[in-house]
């Protein structure tokens, strides 16, 4: 049953499923997901998809048949590295979200948009929620 399932996915052309189709485990090596291509330090550099793999699942609320697209690795161009302005950005848009609100300190954890405030100002100090809940 396995190689029937194989055999369905089998379409290096193109003709039946419009890219070329691959089933698991079976594309060429220089043919990489985009997971690949990063733990390569690689990114597609503006190629399209040149390729698929797809596999037949029964994974519990997913059913049915899955797909993986593939970017040619010969194309791909390394990864950008961000400057030392975008990271000092980044680290100070981390910041403001990590302040309360309400009493202004770094709560050391990201505020949550559902309360938009501590934990602290919005539920009251942990001690005093313990001896609530006893």
Same mark, same amino acid.
């Given at each position: 049953?396995?190689?029937?399932?194989? +055999?369905?996915?089998?379409?290096? #052309?193109?003709? *039946?499923? &419009?890219?070329?189709?691959?089933?698991? *485990?079976?594309?060429?090596?220089?043919?990489?997901?985009?997971?690949?291509?990063?733990?390569? &330090?690689?990114?597609?550099?503006?190629?399209?998809?040149?390729?698929?793999?797809?596999? $037949?699942?029964?994974?519990? &609320?997913?059913?049915? #048949?899955?797909?993986?697209?593939?970017?040619?690795?010969?194309?791909?161009?390394?990864?950008?590295?961000? #400057?030392?302005?975008?990271?000092? +950005?980044?680290?100070?848009?981390?910041?403001?979200? *990590?302040?309360?609100?309400?009493?202004?300190?770094?709560?050391?954890?990201?505020?949550?948009? $559902?309360? &938009?405030?501590?934990?602290?100002?919005?539920?009251?100090?942990?001690?005093?929620?313990?001896?609530?809940?006893?």
């Amino acid at each position: 049953m396995a190689t029937r399932i194989r +055999a369905r996915f089998w379409d290096p #052309t193109g003709d *039946r499923y &419009g890219i070329p189709t691959y089933p698991w *485990r079976m594309a060429p090596p220089h043919l990489l997901t985009l997971r690949q291509l990063a733990t390569h &330090g690689l990114r597609p550099g503006g190629q399209g998809v040149q390729a698929q793999i797809l596999w $037949c699942s029964r994974r519990h &609320g997913a059913p049915g #048949t899955r797909a993986a697209y593939l970017y040619d690795v010969r194309f791909a161009l390394p990864k950008r590295v961000p #400057t030392a302005a975008q990271l000092a +950005a980044l680290d100070k848009a981390n910041a403001a979200r *990590r302040r309360c609100s309400e009493c202004g300190t770094d709560a050391g954890y990201v505020i949550p948009r $559902c309360y &938009g405030m501590c934990l602290d100002c919005a539920l009251g100090p942990a001690p005093a929620r313990m001896e609530e809940a006893a």
